[in-house]
């Protein structure tokens, strides 16, 4: 009787470990399955105000002036100093924005110019 307990207990284990391999292979598995959920994603249409900051960031001499939302568009009122060639590169780099209204000023000591951007809308 003791050597056949002894078969009985190795073949059930042998059993017991097969089971445990093709469970782990169903779990590997089912990790690799990607699930997209569409109903929790949300689409921003318009940049928020903190994304719109971030990328003013590449401007040097800038000063935010104001910031209005309409329609869930922000249009911002900034003002950049410095001289005529870099009032000029500053506003090249504002290439992907709209111009709605801008002051010149050039004083004998201060030379800027205060826009309204707003982001150009995405066809």
């Known amino acids: 009787m003791n050597k056949l307990y002894k078969y009985i207990v190795i073949i059930v284990m042998i059993v017991l470990a097969i089971v445990q391999v ?17 109903a929790q994603k949300i689409i921003y249409n318009h940049k928020t105000l903190k994304e719109f900051n971030e990328e003013l960031n590449c401007l040097k001499e800038k000063t935010i002036l104001s910031a209005n939302e309409i329609n869930e568009k922000w249009y ?5 100093e410095g001289n005529k060639e870099e009032l000029l590169n ?14 010149i000023n050039k004083n004998k000591d201060e030379n800027s110019i205060v826009l309204e951007i707003s982001v150009k809308d995405v066809v």
């Open 90 to 103: 500053e506003i090249s780099k504002l290439e992907n924005y709209n111009i709605s209204d801008y002051i």
């Open 76 to 80: 911002v009122k900034i003002k950049i």
């Open 22 to 38: 093709f469970y782990i292979i169903k779990i590997d598995k089912g990790k690799n399955i990607k699930v997209y959920n569409n």
